[in-house]
């Protein structure tokens, strides 16, 4: 009997955890860049040996596919190639669908299922290194929207996250000293930057790439922020840098609140569930916002916390081969 | 007696242009993405046979070089690599600073040095494919800001263009139908796909990269627009691509008016000079602005219009020989 792997497959990472949470991995894997998703999976199978592999996906929207179809087509044949063992898919209304449209952006509603069933009505927010759910559960069951544009109208989805945003996009204007300065909207620095010049993450947590190819230290991630405003670092100085890095987590800070505080009074909750490596930024807004809140970490540990979809979707294949 | 050959050397383009104006080519040259520069020039020395070369720089920011001076150094030395007669470089306060520090983000005050000796006082508005350069010309000079920093600090750099700016980071929301939806910060599309939707341009108006590398016509145009709400084209339908397109613009035409309105106070002028391939743009704003406005175009016909700044400094570089 070997276990039951979860695969949360992502543009950026593709995330491995057993319905047990005892093996957890997460894999930089940035698939509009062409990286071989099929080789990945192959020595992860051989690594974690699985007796079966219920997966989930939002990678389907990475612009190297034509539509979501296509990304959706791609990806489920790249793990049924790596694996030689029962792969199920979970959609937005349970495992293998007919319509495999259903398959995307699936990855919230594996979490909501387990979430649910752990914590019953709750506002689960999971924020990652790209972007932000916000999963409304109300009688046991996520009443989040369907698919990612209605998310995102909805305020369901944030497009922001813990390292990969970009620093440009995420300000218009920033105050150094006593001048107020545009940010240039080039890809220079990104979230993870301000967060290592902030001292808020070591080396090591700084998982995506940096945008430049450069070391990713904190000497590298001033520079970066100093070029969002198209300085070298001697122009505005280290001070100047964190004055940027502060602005960009303070921004970051405001929109999860807002978007918390909408979605707690839309759907009358008042206790959130948080989960991914902001799981405690997101605690942070809740306690800001005065409501309850308890840290996924808290319940399954940190390492399972931060593959959560990938948990979640093993569990659910757990539970439904025992039902059944 | 070959030509005076100017070159604008930028982190996207190169642009070269005769003292004539006679000869005018402007080759994408992404020097972030380790483009050939040197290879190139030596291509275009061979077409142009200058006998002279003047030299204006604005490449030295992209984020492959470590710092401003290290990206001059690197610019220089592919020039005077690739062309075996003498090259002249234009610096903040004339050819051949002894600071090669001036060299920096120089190419506006060539581009003033001319503006200045046809037109008198004015604000000079520069559009490109990426950003947008305010100049005020006072006293038959430049009185704009020394460096990129302080330009973008007092609105005489804005961080837009035509073509490549992220239409992530041009707005927070957008109104598709009844729904107001966030956008992505990915980049996903750009001003260039705005453009293509609303037919401002063809597609070989469409000169920068497509930022999925996919094809540059209308019908991928409208497809990278709706990804920057995460939805298909089928999803929000052609109007709604058309619609995010139409808030793009808008939103550039009005960031170009606030910044132009700032200058004209702030310098007492009001006769703008447009250039750049978003000069029509420019008129477009002054008028709303009730400015008087003159195209360059119409003064030096659209060709060398597209290339000012190295059309400008091999002016200036023919006018200095003649006074020496």
Redesign the interface.
Known sequence: MGLILGLDIGGANTKASSSNGRFVESIYLPL?RGADLKGELRALATRAKPCKVAVVMTGE?A??F???LSGIKSISQAVRDAFDVPVRFWGISGFDPSDPIELAAANYSASAAEVASEFGDCLFVDMGSTTTDLIPIKGGRSVASS???KR??R?E????GMLR??V???LPTVQ?GE??????????AVAADARMALGDIVESEYTCDS??G?PKDRAHSL??LA?T?????E??GEEGAIAIAEQVKQRQLSMLMMAIEEQARRRDVHFVVAAGIGEDFIALAAINLRLRCVRLSERYGKQVSAVFPAYAVARLLERAEAGS
């Open positions: 509009w929207l612009d190297c034509e539509d979501k698919t990612d544009f995102l109208s305020g989805l944030l497009y922001t945003t970009s440009g996009s995420l150094i001048l107020r300065v545009s940010l240039s909207p080039e890809f220079f945008p430049d450069a520079q970066r070029r405003v198209c300085a070298d670092l122009e505005i």
